[in-house]
C-alpha cells in the first residue's frame, strides 16, 4: 500500500503562482511514475502531468505545458507541482497518484491516489 498526502493548495490571483506537493508514504521503485491530476466541479478527472520515478521523464497536458513544472525528490519520496501563470480555468481540486508500472494519461490506471487539495485561481 502507498499512501499519498497532497499539500500546498489555496486561493491566489490570476497570474499568480502556487506549489503543491506530494509525498508517498513508501519508496516508488522501478518503472513507476507520480502524477498530477485535476477536477473541477462537474468535470471529469483530467491529467495534469507526470514524472517517471527512475530518470526523471517528464510529461505535461497540453493546457498546462511551459505554465506548470512537475519534480520529485526521491530522498523524500515527493513529488512537487509549481504552478506560475495560473489562471481561473485552473481553479479544480488536485489529486497526487501514483502508478506502479509507467504512466498514463488515464485517472483509472493509476494505482493509489491521494486525498486532493483544492486550488482556487481567482479573476
Known amino acids: 500500500q502507498v499512501q499519498l498526502v497532497e499539500s500546498g493548495g489555496g486561493l491566489v490571483q490570476a497570474g499568480g503562482s502556487l506549489r503543491l506537493s506530494c509525498a508517498a508514504s513508501?519508496?516508488?521503485?522501478?518503472?513507476?511514475?507520480m502524477a498530477w491530476f485535476r477536477q473541477a466541479p462537474g468535470k471529469e478527472r483530467e491529467f495534469v502531468a507526470a514524472?517517471?520515478?527512475?530518470?526523471?521523464?517528464?510529461i505535461y497536458a497540453d493546457s498546462v505545458k511551459g505554465r506548470f513544472t512537475i519534480s520529485r525528490d526521491n530522498a523524500k519520496n515527493t513529488v512537487y507541482l509549481q504552478m506560475n501563470s495560473l489562471k481561473p480555468e485552473d481553479t479544480a481540486v488536485y489529486y497526487c497518484?501514483?502508478?506502479?508500472?509507467?504512466?498514463?494519461?488515464?485517472?483509472?490506471?493509476?494505482?493509489?491516489w491521494g486525498q486532493g487539495t483544492q486550488v482556487t485561481v481567482s479573476s
Open positions: 513508501t519508496r516508488i521503485f522501478g518503472n513507476g511514475a
Open positions: 514524472v517517471m520515478w527512475s530518470g526523471g521523464s517528464v
Open positions: 497518484a501514483v502508478r506502479l508500472r509507467g504512466w498514463a494519461r488515464a485517472a483509472d490506471e493509476y494505482d493509489y
